[in-house]
């Protein structure tokens, strides 16, 4: 029973004694002993209205006491629920605690396993990688140039180096080839093959005047194992802007050219910017993404590989009257990246060496793969040892208590 439901009953129990009380007073005073006279008749009233009192007292004592009991057991109960509620919180915050304990242990042994095991995949990588460069810097000596890299530091001496480089290939197109050999880095009838104003469709249909045959089936005539095309800038002018024109031409001089020389891979130069200072000279050089994007095109319909070095084509290299021609700092430059992205330097260590374009009996073509093959299986037992040395290192390092000091 609620409180408000105790206090009401409370009430409505005091009424009741109060009219009780009332109707026995009454009776007291009408009964038959006092109507006759009798002397006991007030006494008697006397006696029963304490009766009555007292019976009222111990009546509603005994009510009163049970409610106080009634409602020291609501506490006591109120009581032990909010304790085991308490303790039933505590419990669960105990065991979330634990889960949390035991979750972070978990990741922090995850974490650590996981470092573990990138020092030893990059300790790994990073051997091989030092073996490989190792193995791609040797035949350079005392040069400045670094394979996969490029340098602002080189100069004369390093020529020798670069033209050793590309002495398999032929780089085959416009004056822009031209001045590649003209500041002294390769060398024409070499490494370097061109026509002045060469355009595509020009080396199509234009007899070299010396020879008085085409130029490019005489390139592809050496058996270059690689052959770069520079060509494009004239191209524009050439074809009157139409560069669907320039891309159906540029196929037709690959695969003549492949038919001719089908070992060789083809690498086709992107055109590189001019100024706008050169509009005189070259008024739609605006027109050069586009044909670039041509270019794009043959490659992907020809398997050959498209080159740039635009990221080093300041316009502070522009040294021509023409404003469209670089100096021989920009060749440097340009030597190195069209190195990497034709990967000379390993053809050069000897790791990947083509042996089609030269002219040697089978003997000798298998004593060079052999070499080849003996280079990178030294190179790869370098990486795997230096590998396990590092892990030793690392396990050593540990001494059974994770790298995280747990």
Not at 181 to 187: A, T
Not at 269 to 292: G, K
Not at 341 to 354: C, I, K, S, T, W
Request: aromatic share 10%.
């Amino acid at each position: 029973m609620s409180e408000k439901k105790k206090i009401r009953a409370s009430r409505y129990f005091g009424v009741v004694l109060t009219a009780a009380l009332a109707l026995l007073l009454v009776w007291g005073f009408t009964s038959p002993s006092a109507a006759s006279g009798g002397t006991t008749a007030p006494v008697r009233a006397d006696r029963t209205v304490s009766e009555v009192l007292k019976s009222m007292e111990d009546i509603g004592g005994a009510r009163m006491v049970n409610a106080m009991r009634s409602i020291d057991q609501s506490i006591i109960d109120e009581s032990i629920r909010i304790r085991e509620s308490i303790n039933r919180s505590i419990w669960e915050s105990e065991s979330v605690v634990q889960s949390m304990i035991v979750s972070s242990i978990e990741e922090e042994n995850s974490i650590a396993a996981s470092i573990q095991e990138s020092i030893y995949e990059s300790s790994v990588a990073q051997a091989s990688w030092d073996a490989q460069m190792a193995v791609l810097k040797a035949p350079l000596g005392g040069s400045h140039l670094v394979p996969f890299e490029v340098s602002y530091g080189l100069d004369d001496t390093d020529i020798p180096y670069i033209r050793a480089i590309f002495s398999g290939c032929a780089i085959l197109g416009n004056s822009r080839a031209k001045n590649a050999s003209d500041c002294g880095i390769f060398e024409a009838g070499h490494q370097v093959f061109y026509m002045n104003g060469a355009s595509v469709g020009k080396m199509l249909n234009e007899p070299n005047p010396v020879t008085g045959t085409l130029l490019y089936k005489d390139v592809a005539a050496l058996q270059r194992y690689k052959t770069l095309f520079v060509m494009g800038l004239n191209d524009i002018g050439y074809y009157d802007g139409n560069s669907f024109n320039f891309k159906a031409d540029y196929i037709k001089l690959v695969n003549e050219y492949r038919a001719i020389n089908p070992y060789s891979t083809i690498y086709l130069s992107e055109i590189l910017p001019v100024p706008d200072e050169a509009s005189p000279y070259f008024w739609r050089y605006f027109m050069i993404p586009d044909f670039n994007a041509r270019i794009r095109e043959v490659c992907a319909e020809t398997g050959c590989i498209y080159v740039s070095a635009s990221d080093y084509a300041d316009f502070k290299y522009i040294n021509s009257a023409d404003h469209a021609h670089y100096s021989k700092d920009f060749y440097f430059l340009w030597a190195q990246t069209m190195a990497n992205q034709m990967h000379l330097y390993e053809d050069f260590a000897g790791v990947f060496r083509p042996i089609e374009w030269h002219s040697v009996s089978a003997a000798e073509a298998a004593s060079i793969a052999e070499a080849s093959r003996a280079q990178a299986d030294a190179a790869r037992q370098e990486a795997e040892e230096a590998a396990r040395r590092s892990q030793q290192e690392i396990d050593a390092a540990a001494s059974g208590e994770g790298l995280l000091g747990r």
